[in-house]
């Protein structure tokens, strides 16, 4: 049995040591926010915090983790008041979704490392994949996390983005939406 600090509770799961931490969460402790997208570090859709670092589940085993501080979306706030969370549903960031909670965790840590991202800071630390394209708003709403938003109102995100571009790709993410089936 490995003793893990989830959330803030500890909790005992009966697991293999080289057992990735994903599997753990979502098969032994039943937190099924963090999801599987490649398994092999590259889409960031596993990403939780240990010990306050952004770190990808998939290739992380589970007792490399004992005794740490592992901080999953679910643990994040208890009603999804965190401000990053707050700009992600003001900024309707979400399409199918999937990617999401593993995107909120890493802009969570980008914004504890540079509490005020510029543009660059943004798209270099948010290596997550989204097959959706979110992406404009992820870093719309990072800004408007971090107070550096640019404009008021609905159409603050086409000036946040100083990039005429982002009107085009904002709009294409509307009608060409992706089957929601594993969300
Ligand atoms: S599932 Fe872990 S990075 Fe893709
Ligand atoms: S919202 Fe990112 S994969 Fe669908």
Known sequence: MLSLNVNGKTVSVDAEPGTPLLWVLREQVGLTGTKYGCGVAQCGSCSVHIDGQLIRSCVMPVSAVAGKRITTIEGLSADASHPVQKAWVEFDVPQCGYCQSGQIMAAVALLRAKPK??????????????????????????????????????????????????????????????PAGDA
Do not use: W
């Not at 992406?135 to 983005?161: E, L």
């Open 117 to 178: 991202p510029t543009d660059k800071d943004i798209d270099d630390a948010m290596t997550n994949i989204c097959r959706c394209g979110t992406y404009q708003r992820i870093r719309a709403a990072i800004h408007k996390a971090a107070g550096t938003a640019k404009g008021t109102g609905n159409g603050s995100v086409f000036h946040v983005v100083g990039d005429a571009s982002g009107t085009a790709a904002i709009a294409s993410n509307g009608p060409g939406r992706t």
